[in-house]
């Protein structure tokens, strides 16, 4: 594709549901993040992949936060129980690796539990 | 910890007027800077590093390390440069990875 992609754009959901958030990088890029950003503030790290394994993942907020690369391509964000407080856009990017010139950022999913 | 100061959450300038968006730092090893921006509807996209030692749309950007600054000037603004500019940094590092992100600054160019 010509960019990173994430769906859904939008995501609704009722508290302690459980939601998956989807990121398809740029083909060949092996470093892939993930951002929070809530309103008001700037994206938030949460956690970052080099291929298939989570090389950096301390800014998950607690455990229901997860996320997984198992091919190294497509990544998904999995949060459980949602509460109120996790309504924010999630970012997604990637950059050919880690430190790499550029990160190129999807669009976003906004995700709003109520 | 590493953090980035954005003081301004707006800023509305005139049309060719100069501008001069505000961004300090806090970071005890070797960062890198960056100035990402997001025009209305669109993703969130890389401006300018201070290590390509570029100008980009015609902004600037230099490090200032007994400021601990990094801001971005334009000496002409015009409209399409309204958008969220947000400074971020990096540790300078192999391997380095994520970003801090500042809170941004709304810039409005009046036409």
């Known amino acids: 594709g010509a960019g990173v992609s994430q769906t859904p754009s939008n995501k609704v959901t009722e508290k302690g549901k459980y939601v998956e958030l989807r990121c398809d990088p740029i083909?060949?890029?092996?470093?892939l993040y993930w951002y929070r950003q809530s309103l008001g503030q700037g994206p938030e790290f949460l956690i970052y992949?080099?291929?298939?394994?989570?090389?950096?993942d301390s800014g998950l907020p607690n455990d229901r936060f997860f996320a997984v690369r198992p091919e190294g391509s497509v990544s998904t964000l999995k949060i459980q129980r949602t509460e109120r407080g996790d309504s924010a856009v999630y970012l997604c990017?990637?950059?050919?690796?880690?430190?790499?010139?550029?990160?190129?950022f999807g669009q976003g999913t906004r995700l709003t539990v109520v | 910890a590493q953090r980035v100061t954005q003081p301004e959450k707006l800023l509305s300038v005139f049309k060719g007027a100069p501008v001069e968006l505000k961004c300090n730092y806090s970071?005890?090893?070797?960062?890198?800077l960056f100035w990402y921006v997001q025009y209305s509807r669109q993703r969130l996209q890389l401006l300018l590093r201070?290590?390509s030692r570029e100008s980009i749309k015609g902004f600037t950007a230099d490090l200032n390390k007994g400021e601990t600054s990094f801001h971005l000037k334009k000496p002409f603004a015009q409209e399409e440069d309204s958008a969220m500019y947000y400074c971020?940094?990096?540790?300078?590092?192999?391997?380095?990875?994520?970003?801090?992100f500042g809170t941004g600054t709304r810039l409005t160019v009046i036409p």
């Open positions: 990017a990637s950059s050919h690796y880690a430190g790499g010139p550029e990160a190129f």
């Open positions: 083909s060949g890029h092996t470093a």
């Open positions: 992949f080099q291929g298939t394994g989570a090389a950096d």
């Open positions: 970071y005890s090893g070797s960062p890198e």
């Open positions: 201070h290590i």
């Open positions: 971020a940094l990096s540790a300078l590092a192999p391997g380095a990875n994520n970003l801090f």
